[in-house]
């Protein structure tokens, strides 16, 4: 069992950056993939970025140069690092952590409970 908690969430101008936090609780933190997904109004989730346990890391292609995902395997802790924000980037952003099955294929795992990030002049 996996307890994920987000912080680092708020109102940013365009241009501006963020810094999210992931901090979970339980057992065996290294060995799960930690991904940020993200849900707009009306819109579906998305993965923004994925970092596995063997450090390969995905991203989505609109974040790609702008976001970076890493963790902190001694802190139980993972980040995504936001700069140059858009107003495209407002949604409600959430933590997951799930096991990787295959290379292309991972758990529906644990869910953090999500952190606002709103991008507005």
């Known amino acids: 069992q996996v307890q994920l908690v987000e912080s680092g969430g708020g109102l940013v101008q365009p241009g501006g950056s963020l810094r999210l936090s992931c901090a979970a609780s339980g057992s065996s933190f290294s060995s799960y993939a930690m991904g940020w997904y993200r849900q707009a109004p009306g819109e579906q989730r998305e993965l923004v970025a994925r970092?596995?346990?063997?450090?390969?890391?995905t991203y989505t292609d609109s974040v790609k140069g702008r976001f970076t995902i890493s963790r902190d395997n001694d802190k139980n802790t993972a980040y995504l690092q936001m700069n140059s924000l858009k107003p495209e980037d407002t949604a409600v952003y959430y933590c997951?952590?799930?096991?990787?099955?295959?290379?292309?294929?991972?758990?529906?795992?644990?869910w953090g409970q999500g952190t606002q990030v709103t991008v507005s002049s």
């Open positions: 997951n952590a799930a096991r990787q099955l295959s290379p292309n294929r991972y758990t529906s795992g644990y």
């Open positions: 970092l596995t346990s063997g450090s390969s890391t």
